[in-house]
């Protein structure tokens, strides 16, 4: 009989984010594995909820409202976690940030290169849920039919402004989030 394969850990850390980087990499790093992703980065018009999410108005034309940018996430070339981003087009359009993983900022994530447009990433907010797997997301994670999965909401504001929003996916049977969150400021006060 097979078992059940070992649950890891997968930290969502604040503190973690702000440091540089990708955060993925350096979480598999720490769990002794090589973090790599595939991606796909294109101009879309953004569906009505993630309009909301990102505060956005009625797209007004045919003109693309925000760059879309698919992830399979592996770890030792096992996907383990599918994830969906959106930005503002307005706001990175001409910059040498508008392609997330293309360019001089390529894979260093959304708190750095926002900030090379001048863009103060000031706080995230995540909803987690669980449901079952949908036939495409069970298919490229190896699950199987109606496997459990997590789902994770993820929001990043510069103040009150939305200027990114993801939907992660994760197989339930092989990860735990682990949320660290400060409780001082970076100074220590």
Do not use: N
């Not at 708190?111 to 995230?124: L, N, S």
């Amino acid at each position: 009989m097979k078992g059940r394969p070992p649950v890891r850990r997968m930290v969502r850390a604040w503190y973690r984010e702000a440091r540089g980087g990708s955060p993925f990499r350096a979480e598999m790093e720490a769990q002794g594995k090589r973090g790599t992703w595939d991606y796909e980065s294109e101009t879309a018009h953004a569906p009505r909820v993630i309009r909301e999410r990102l505060a956005l108005e009625e797209s007004g034309g045919e003109l693309p409202d925000v760059m879309r940018t698919r992830y399979v996430f592996r770890a030792d070339d096992q996907a383990v976690m599918l994830s969906t981003s959106y930005e503002p087009y307005a706001l990175t359009r001409g910059e040498p940030v508008v392609f997330p993983e293309d360019g001089p900022y390529a894979g260093v994530g959304v708190v750095d290169r926002m900030a090379v447009i001048g863009v103060e990433i000031t706080h995230c907010a995540e909803v987690v849920s669980a449901r079952p797997a949908l036939a495409e997301e069970a298919r490229q994670l190896g699950l199987p039919a109606g496997g459990l999965v997590l789902t994770i909401e993820r929001t990043y504001y510069a103040d009150e402004r939305p200027v990114e929003t993801t939907d992660m996916v994760i197989p339930v049977d092989r990860y735990q989030l682990v949320y660290g969150v400060p409780v001082r400021g970076a100074s220590g006060e």
